[in-house]
Every structure is written in C-alpha cells, then in structure tokens.
C-alpha cells in the first residue's frame, strides 16, 4: 500500500509510536468491531496479551496505558493528555473498564493484560492479542494485530494476505515511484523537484489546499511540543532524569551575543529544539511522528533551524520540506522498516534523520541528485544503530540521540549541496543495507531493553516498572 506524507506525520501522543500509539489504536479497532458485530453488550470481561517488544518494554513505553485507552474509545490525536492519569488511575482502582465509554465490564489488570517479552509472534515484534468474552466466559471474539512503528498497525488477515500489495481500486499517481531509481527519474523526465512530484501523488488522494493545510498543522504542532519543551523543567518519571531544555533555553535567550563570537552557537539551538520535543514525547505529551516518536525531534529541529536562520525560509518552504522528507520516509517505510523493534534505532532515528536532510536540501536550492545524496549521507552514518533504551523508557539514549542526529542531517545537506549529486553509493543501496544489517542485528539490540546501554548502565528493578 502507498504511502501517503500525512500517514508518516500523525499527531499523536509520547512515548513511543510503536509502543503507545500503535497498541491504543488497535485496542480501539478491537472494540469498535465488537460493537459493528453486536457483541459489545454481551462483552463481560476483555484479556489481552502483548508480545516480544511490547512485552519488554511496555511498561517503560506506557503500551499497557495505551491498551486501557484504546479499549476506552481514546485515540491518540484527539485524547487529552492531562486527563489521562485520572483515566488511567480509575480503572485500576475500581477494577472496571468501560468500553468505548459505553460497556462497562470487570477489569483486573494483573490477569487480564499480560506483557509476554519472552513470546514472540511470527510476522512482527510488536504483537498483540485480544480477547472478548461473555458473562458465561464463552469467547465472543479474538483478534491479532502488529505495530509496525510510526503508529501504524496491521491485523493479522492483512499480515497473512500481504497488506503491502497495492489495492486494484486505489486513486493512481500521476509519479509512482517504489524506489530512488524511480523518482530521481520521474524529476529528471520532469523537471520538477521532488516536493512537486510528492504534492502531484498527493493530489491522487485528497485536494492540495486540503494537504497544505494538514503539514502546515503539523508544524504548528512541532512548534508547540518546541515551545512547551522550552518552558517545563523538572524531572522525568522513570529513570529520574532531569529535563534540559528549558534550562538551555534560558541560557541561550540570556546572551543572544554568543552567537557574534561562537558561530556554533546556532547547533546550540538545533539540539534545543530536539531535545525539547523529545522531553516531551518521554512524558506522555502531544508530538508529531516524524517518522516514530522515539525519533520524534529530529525534523522539527531541522525544521526550526530552516525556519529561524535560513533567509527566505516560508510556510511554502516548510511545506516543500515536508514533502520531500515524506518522499523519502515513503522509502524507508516500504523497502526497510521504520521500528526500532524490527531493525534497531537507525530504522527510526536512522530515518527520520535521512529524511530531515532530505527535505533541508530541498528548501536551500538542491537539485534532486542532491537531495538523494543528502539523504544517503543521513542514513548511512546511522548504518547499525542500536534501540537500547534504559529501563525500556525513551529517555536514555533517545533524547540526547536525536539532537546527535538533528545536527548530522543539516551536516548532510550541506555535504551534498558542496558536491553535484553524484555520489558511490545510492540512497538504495543503503535503504537494502539497512534491512539487511536490521536482520542480522540480534533481538536485544532491538528495542527489547535487554542489551547494549540497557544493560551496560545497571538500575533498580522498580525503575524498570515504572
């Protein structure tokens, strides 16, 4: 199935894509079917069980949270964040759940919503099962689905018939492209650039007016989880980390002058900008996947950076930006991976920094064969990163990695706007390395919490369930 830019930027909520916003959406999927069949009435107790990754890290990831609100009717764009630890709190003292705000039905947390790291099932990490049952414990319904990362999800069916395979009765693009190859060719036959040819597939779905507006929202919302990250400082629950953010936003705004004697002082402000995002994304608050959460503050960084200090930069410019970065986020997503459970951290952050690049390049006056190399650039020095996050939360490493990658993919458009385009090796051949090297990598280095950082800086078994 193609990929359309404004399915790889959702509005959601943190922690994690994969492990948070997936799950609450399956579990709403679930119950909302229940009722299409009539059997939501009859639902007198719910189970569910989630395997490998989610099982290992969900609770760090709040997939269990996720579940109870999903099964609750909540979604990830519209919930409103501040109410959800009362939510939360409430069914786990009452021991009720109501489905869908409508059901009401015996909920006890510890039976009924098992994490299972040590079973896996067989078409993707991020695994989960459902269950509804009635007042005579006769089983009214089970469903299976995957978290693919980024937030989407597939049910089993889709999972066993191939969900990729494009529908015979989808809206055609005018430039369909299924690699780089493709769409460098579709530019160079063209002569347009790749923001042109993304909005033109996009136009094949929904009017232009109507996607301008939709990534002209997504980057108010970057803009807001960037101005929150720079007001709230304090600790974050977990590991008890203490955010940085907004202490480097004061010290920035108080010596504006650095910036006459430390050119540099402009990176100080890209790893503001990406660690803001992801503070918040670490405590539950509203991001933009960009491709996944845990990658979440790469491209609003690169965004603001173009924004802020680029002459000329425009709503057109961040539009265009945006564009092009889904052309190539669409490449990650159909050829490789873009979960950190299935292929390590350079499937997310790996990604989202390609594409950040990508879309800088664009909106500084790069040709195609420059945006392609720019993207290469970004992705082949993420080239076997691991997901090892600390106690299974998406605070240690991740924050502090996607400032590192932010600062890489400005570096990475400027290499490729340096040269002509012609570069060794393609943005191909490293999207297949990629795949490849995500196969080779074994399960601890894939967001399973049980190697490399995770277990080489020792903590408390009570932070781990937090």
């Known amino acids: 199935m193609t990929t359309s830019v404004l399915d790889l930027f959702n509005i959601g909520i943190g922690p994690s894509s994969s492990h948070t916003m997936g799950p609450m959406k399956a579990a709403r999927v679930f119950v909302e079917a229940l009722e299409a069949d009539g059997k939501l009435v009859r639902t007198a107790r719910l189970a569910t069980k989630l395997y490998g990754s989610l099982g290992a890290t969900g609770r760090g990831h709040s997939s269990d949270t996720a579940v109870l609100l999903g099964l609750m009717g909540e979604c990830p764009r519209a919930i409103d964040v501040t109410a959800i630890p009362d939510m939360v709190a ?10 869908l705000g409508k059901q009401s039905v015996d909920f006890t947390e510890e039976t009924d919503l098992q994490l299972l790291p040590r079973e896996r099932l067989d078409f993707h990490p991020n695994g989960m099962e459902f269950w509804a ?7 009214l319904s089970r469903a299976i689905f995957y978290s693919i990362g980024g937030g989407f999800i597939v049910s089993e069916s889709e999972a066993e018939a191939d969900h990729f395979v494009e529908e015979s009765n989808a809206p055609q693009e005018p430039y369909p492209f299924s690699d780089a190859k493709e769409l460098l060719a579709h530019a160079e036959a063209s002569g347009k650039p790749i923001s042109v040819i993304m909005m033109a597939n996009e136009e094949a779905l929904r009017p232009r007016k109507q996607v301008r507006s939709a990534l002209l929202e997504i980057w108010a919302v970057m803009q807001e989880c960037v101005e929150r990250g720079c007001s709230r400082g304090g600790e974050m629950p977990g590991l008890k980390v203490n955010r940085r953010a907004a202490d480097l936003y004061s010290q920035l705004s108080k010596r504006p002058e650095m910036a006459l004697t430390d050119p540099l002082t ?3 402000w890209v790893n503001l900008y990406a660690l803001a995002v992801n503070e918040e994304n670490a405590v539950g608050g509203r991001v933009v ?9 790469i491209i609003p960084a690169v965004l603001h950076y173009y924004s802020r200090f680029v002459p000329g930069a425009s709503d057109d410019g961040v539009v265009r930006f945006l564009l092009t970065a889904g052309a190539v986020g669409r490449l990650f997503k159909e050829n490789a991976s873009i979960s950190g459970a299935e292929v390590g951290c350079q499937g997310e952050v790996g990604s989202a920094c390609s594409m950040a690049a990508a879309g800088l390049t664009e909106v500084l006056g790069g040709t195609p064969e420059q945006v ?5 650039i970004g992705m082949e020095h993420n080239l076997g990163l691991t997901c090892d996050p600390i106690g299974g939360l998406v605070q240690v490493p991740c924050i502090e990695r996607n400032a590192m990658a932010a ?3 400005i570096n990475a458009a400027r290499l490729a706007l340096r040269g002509d385009g012609r570069h060794f090796v393609s943005l191909d051949k490293v999207i297949r390395t990629m795949r490849i090297t995500g196969r080779d990598m074994q399960s601890k280095y894939k967001e399973t919490a049980e190697g490399g950082l995770a277990v080489g800086v020792p903590i408390s078994a009570t932070v781990v369930d937090c």
């Open 289 to 297: 996947t960009a491709p996944t959460n845990g990658a979440a503050g």
């Open 372 to 376: 392609e190399n720019a993207a290469e």
């Open 407 to 409: 600062v890489k993919a």
């Open 90 to 99: 409430a069914v786990r003292a009452y021991k009720k759940l109501k489905l």
């Open 266 to 268: 402009i990176l100080d």
């Open 133 to 139: 049952y009635d007042k005579d414990g006769s089983e």
